[in-house]
C-alpha cells in the first residue's frame, strides 16, 4: 500500500516547486521547472498523469464505486489547477492542488470502508 502512494505521491510532488520557481531560479535551486526550458508544461503534465495510479487503485485496492465520486472530484481539481497554472497563478493552483492528494487518500479510506477492508486484508 505504502509503494502505491509513493508512486502516486512521484507525479504529484514537483508540482508544488511551481510556486516561487522566480525566486528559486535566482536562488538556484534545481527543480524541474528552473533547470530544463520546458519545465513548467513537464511540470503540469506528471500532475495530470497522476490521475492514472489513483484511477488504477480502484483495481488494486477492489474499492467500491464510490471510489469514482472522489476521483471525479479529483479531475476537476485538476482541471481547474492546470487552468491557474497555465494562467500564471502558481501560488494559487499549487495550493489547491494539495487537496489532490488529500481526497485520493480519504477516498480509498472511505471506499475501502464501505466495501468492508476487503482491499486491506477484511472481509468483502
Same mark, same amino acid.
Given at each position: 500500500?505504502?509503494?502505491?502512494? *509513493?508512486?502516486?505521491?512521484?507525479?504529484?510532488?514537483?508540482? &508544488?516547486? +511551481?510556486?516561487?520557481?522566480? @525566486?528559486?531560479?535566482?536562488?538556484?535551486?534545481?527543480?524541474?521547472?528552473? #533547470?530544463?526550458?520546458?519545465?513548467? @508544461?513537464?511540470?503540469?503534465? +506528471?500532475?495530470?498523469?497522476?490521475?492514472?495510479? @489513483?484511477?488504477?487503485?480502484?483495481? #488494486?485496492?477492489? +474499492? =467500491?464505486?464510490?471510489?469514482?465520486?472522489?476521483?471525479?472530484?479529483? #479531475?476537476?481539481?485538476?482541471? &481547474?489547477?492546470?487552468? *491557474?497554472?497555465?494562467?500564471?497563478?502558481?501560488?494559487? =493552483?499549487?495550493? *489547491?492542488?494539495? +487537496?489532490?492528494?488529500?481526497?485520493?487518500? %480519504?477516498?480509498?479510506?472511505?471506499? /475501502?470502508? #464501505? =466495501?468492508?477492508?476487503? /482491499?486491506? %486484508?477484511? =472481509?468483502?
Amino acid at each position: 500500500v505504502a509503494g502505491f502512494f *509513493l508512486v502516486t505521491a512521484w507525479f504529484l510532488t514537483p508540482f &508544488k516547486n +511551481l510556486k516561487g520557481a522566480n @525566486m528559486d531560479k535566482k536562488r538556484g535551486y534545481k527543480t524541474l521547472s528552473t #533547470v530544463l526550458k520546458n519545465g513548467k @508544461m513537464l511540470t503540469i503534465s +506528471l500532475f495530470i498523469l497522476a490521475i492514472i495510479p @489513483m484511477a488504477c487503485a480502484y483495481f #488494486v485496492f477492489h +474499492l =467500491s464505486e464510490i471510489y469514482f465520486i472522489f476521483l471525479t472530484g479529483i #479531475v476537476f481539481i485538476q482541471i &481547474k489547477v492546470t487552468k *491557474l497554472a497555465l494562467n500564471g497563478e502558481e501560488d494559487r =493552483s499549487v495550493t *489547491l492542488s494539495r +487537496l489532490t492528494f488529500f481526497i485520493f487518500l %480519504g477516498g480509498i479510506i472511505i471506499s /475501502a470502508l #464501505v =466495501s468492508g477492508g476487503a /482491499a486491506f %486484508g477484511g =472481509s468483502p
